[in-house]
């Protein structure tokens, strides 16, 4: 079989992007794209890239997702993250857990189990049985988001989930979303980022997607998979527009997604303010990065 051109996308939420963010927002997606283009240049898996890219931005306190999360109720950081392969649909998920510096990565080792979504305590406990790197769930508050949560400010650019789809020289593609979930969440609630065909979607016959946004908006339309069903007739920009237009026609809220199809052909949409994406392939030199659609 020919090799297919691999192609990396990411995203860093569906938020509003103060200026003083813009640089901060885009230098993140840059090296998580960078990090996920190196094993996809490698010949490494979709899966690998995605997993990748997101660790980079899990460490990144400019995003909601690991390190810097926002914080719930508690003052605690408590994560969802889940991955998808579109070669066999396997999918891993962990959801409301606390001490798990990639929770990225224990998704993706859940891939290959049975049950494959934990929540809470044993999704830590697998983390940790898994050989995963695990703090203190004090550890992923970074001083930013405490004093926010302290002070309960409004503020302006909160920071938010982060995705990212892949298309591997096999053809495979593969999609991933973490998220610190909502800010002043009450514990235990998950939104639909560690939801398959909510937060993401992967199938190597149609396309793959990761969205961003309003949880309780985001499920009852189930916009990964809307988005990937309009990707059946259309172009990739196209369908993740259309996906939009579903969630804000029948729910409100902001949200965005990424989408790629087995072409590699790229699309994105939102209809938050911002949302910083960035993305690779062959004919750049270096990645493309956006704070926004235009
Ligand atoms: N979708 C995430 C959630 O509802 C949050 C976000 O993307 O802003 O947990």
Same mark, same amino acid.
């Given at each position: 079989?020919?090799? /297919? ?46 997993? %990748? ?53 224990? %998704? ?10 934990? /929540? ?47 298309? +591997? ?20 609630? /998950? ?45 990739? +920009? ?44 062959? +004919? ?11």
């Amino acid at each position: 079989m020919s090799s /297919v051109k691999p192609v990396i996308i990411v995203h860093g939420g569906a938020k509003t992007i103060s200026e003083d963010k813009v640089a901060a927002n885009q230098a993140g997606c840059r090296s998580a794209v960078e990090a996920g283009w190196a094993v996809l240049r490698q010949g490494g898996s979709a899966a690998e890239a995605v997993e %990748a890219a997101i660790r980079v931005l899990e460490l990144d306190q400019t995003f909601n997702a690991g390190f810097g999360s926002t914080l719930n109720r508690e003052g605690e950081v408590e994560v969802d993250a889940a991955i998808m392969n579109g070669a066999t649909l396997a999918w891993g998920a962990v959801a409301a857990v606390q001490g798990v510096r990639h929770p990225i990565a224990a %998704a993706r080792k859940l891939m290959e189990e049975r049950p494959c979504l934990l /929540v809470a305590r044993s999704g830590e406990r697998f983390a940790h049985e898994q050989g995963l790197e695990t703090c203190t769930k004090e550890a992923l508050v970074s001083e930013e988001q405490y004093h926010e949560w302290k002070e309960e400010a409004e503020v302006l650019d909160r920071p938010n989930t982060v995705g990212c789809v892949a298309l +591997d020289v096999n053809g495979n593609l593969a999609a991933g979303t973490s998220t610190g979930g909502t800010t002043g969440q009450p514990q235990g609630r /998950v939104g639909d980022s560690a939801l398959v065909g909510s937060g993401l979607y992967a199938d190597n016959q149609v396309g793959a997607c990761s969205t961003t946004g309003d949880g309780e908006s985001i499920i009852p339309v189930v916009l990964a998979k809307t988005a990937i069903d309009a990707l059946r007739h259309q172009h990739p +920009d196209e369908a993740a527009q259309l996906a939009i237009e579903t969630l804000v026609s029948r729910v409100e809220g902001e949200a965005g997604c990424i989408l790629l199809d087995p072409q590699g052909r790229i699309g994105w949409a939102h209809n938050s303010q911002d949302m910083a994406v960035a993305y690779m392939n062959e +004919d750049l030199e270096q990645p493309a990065t956006f704070t926004r659609k235009k």
